[in-house]
């Protein structure tokens, strides 16, 4: 299994950027995603999930109203949308496979003007 992230970056507040995280390894299509972060300091912590085949998703409080994921099976990746970015979002972002644990090596986020 492998999970590589991609889309991070430096974002004024209230900006956007949309992290990709391309899977391999397993039958992405029959799967559960997350999205993690990790803050300097902090543990890490749940920020979204996607469920498959029907795609329901749930969400951290923290989150709702301004990130969405979403995945495109056919490209093996799931999304992260993320708008009206705020200082304490952040982190180091991490995709995860729930079913056999597997992690991605993270995409940094720093939202600061």
């Known amino acids: 299994v492998q999970l590589v992230e991609s889309g991070g970056g430096l974002v004024q507040p209230g900006g956007s950027l949309r992290l990709s995280c391309v899977a391999s390894?397993?039958?992405?299509?029959?799967?559960?995603m997350s999205w993690y972060r990790q803050a300097p300091g902090k543990e890490r912590e749940l920020v979204a999930t996607?469920?498959?085949?029907?795609?329901?998703?749930n969400y951290a409080e923290f989150v709702k109203g301004r990130f969405t994921i979403s995945r495109d099976n056919a490209k093996n990746t799931v999304y992260l949308q993320m708008s009206s970015l705020k200082p304490e979002d952040t982190a180091v972002y991490y995709c995860?496979?729930?079913?056999?644990?597997?992690w991605g090596q993270g995409t940094q986020v720093t939202v600061s003007s």
């Open positions: 390894g397993f039958t992405f299509s029959y799967y559960a």
């Open positions: 995860y496979d729930p079913g056999r644990r597997y």
């Open positions: 996607i469920y498959s085949p029907g795609r329901s998703t």
